[in-house]
């Protein structure tokens, strides 16, 4: 996948709302957000939490 294409993911769910209005994408090993710093992770997170917790988001880093 592409930055490209993750760009255009995050634009449809602005439109769509899912994910927090595009606020952040999450796939293996990867979460992209759309705002940088703490408040953008932090905004993240919260919409992670409240579709299931993490569960299966972030993995063991062992």
Do not use: K
């Not at 796939?27 to 992670?48: F, N």
């Amino acid at each position: 996948m592409t930055l490209l294409e993750i760009e255009r993911i995050m634009m449809h769910w602005a439109e769509s709302g899912e994910n927090r209005s595009g606020a952040y994408f999450q796939c293996s090993d990867l979460v992209i957000v759309r705002t940088g710093g703490i408040p953008g992770m932090v905004r993240a997170l919260e919409a992670v939490i409240e579709n299931g917790g993490l569960q299966g988001i972030l993995g063991d880093l062992n």
